[in-house]
């Protein structure tokens, strides 16, 4: 099953907090956690199956992206990089004294491509977090319905078997496109 491969996405990622609650992309108008559990490192592996790269660069890479209002700390990225490369995700090679330069495997290709899903959702919220870290604050209106929606998909009733995954899966994609007006 998708996600389920060495524990999923979330296996054993390393806790990088700034503060808040937990989960998502933090609070919106400031605060919380940036990556979910297993975000960071389906960044990473998709970052370095792009090219590979040095841990500094990841990093950098990361704070570009986020337009610079957000830069992973080292005590998040490197562990998580040892975590790949146990998994066998990564390999790395030295190059420049110390550094170590992390390229794919065809393992960590294998992980991509069975969480694919859950890579592009996870760009994609990196995306919406590096605008809304640019913009202002969501009304408390829109905050209300969100938690309304995270509630019925918490207390779904109608289980949770392949079709009505991806039926629900669908509509909150379509939600997201009318949202960003794409």
Not at 4 to 24: E, F, N, V, Y
Not at 74 to 103: D, I, N
Not at 130 to 135: H, I, K, L, R, V
Not at 154 to 163: K, L
Request: proline fraction near 4%.
């Amino acid at each position: 099953m998708a996600g389920k491969r060495h524990g999923g996405p979330d296996h054993r990622q390393g806790s990088h907090r700034h503060g808040g609650r937990s989960g998502g992309f933090g609070r919106w108008g400031g605060g919380g956690r940036v990556f979910g559990p297993g975000d960071l490192r389906l960044v990473l592996l998709a970052l370095i199956a792009e090219q590979p790269r040095h841990g500094y660069e990841l990093i950098k890479e990361i704070e570009q992206r986020f337009g610079g209002g957000y830069s992973p700390s080292p005590g998040s990225v490197y562990p998580t990089l040892t975590l790949q490369e146990e998994l066998g995700y990564v390999r790395a090679t030295a190059s420049e004294g110390a550094k170590r330069l992390f390229e794919i495997t065809d393992e960590g290709r294998a992980f991509l491509a069975e969480n694919q899903a859950a890579v592009d959702g996870v760009m994609e919220r990196m995306n919406l977090a590096a605008q809304a870290m640019t913009g202002q604050a969501v009304p408390e209106t829109v905050r209300q319905a969100m938690h309304t929606l995270k509630a019925a998909l918490r207390f779904h009733s109608a289980g949770w078997n392949e079709a009505e995954t991806e039926r629900v899966r669908k509509a909150l994609e379509r939600a997201t496109q009318e949202v960003v007006g794409s």
